[in-house]
């Protein structure tokens, strides 16, 4: 079970965490929107006794293992389209998204 990231994902992280300083970045999911999760980004000051780190290209994600059934296998991406900028979540778990792309329903497994 892992968390991986690209190349531009993982130089966006790079650059990020030399300004605002931290351990990695920090991945996880809420329940929001009209199909039930959403991703969350945040820099990781510190670890929790929970917390799972994967490291690929050089940075750390951290993830708490309540979210790893949501999480696990996902490849991270960094896109920028015009002026926007944002991390893009390839989850091979994700059966179904909403239309507007913030959320996803996943199908849990006893794996």
Do not use: W
Not at 52 to 76: A, M, P, Q, R, W
Not at 83 to 110: D, H, Q, R, W, Y
């Amino acid at each position: 079970m892992t968390i991986t990231v690209t190349g531009k994902a993982a130089d966006h992280i790079q650059k990020a965490l030399k300004d605002k300083g931290g351990l990695g970045l920090r991945l996880g999911v809420k329940e929001v929107g009209c199909s039930g999760l959403t991703y969350t980004f945040d820099y990781a000051e510190s670890l929790k006794t929970t917390d799972k780190v994967f490291v690929s290209k050089d940075v750390s994600i951290v993830v708490d293992e309540k979210n790893l059934i949501f999480l696990k296998g996902s490849v991270l991406d960094f896109e920028k389209k015009g002026l926007n900028e944002m991390f893009k979540v390839e989850n091979p778990n994700a059966v179904a998204t909403c239309g507007c792309g913030e959320s996803f329903t996943i199908v849990e497994s006893n794996q």
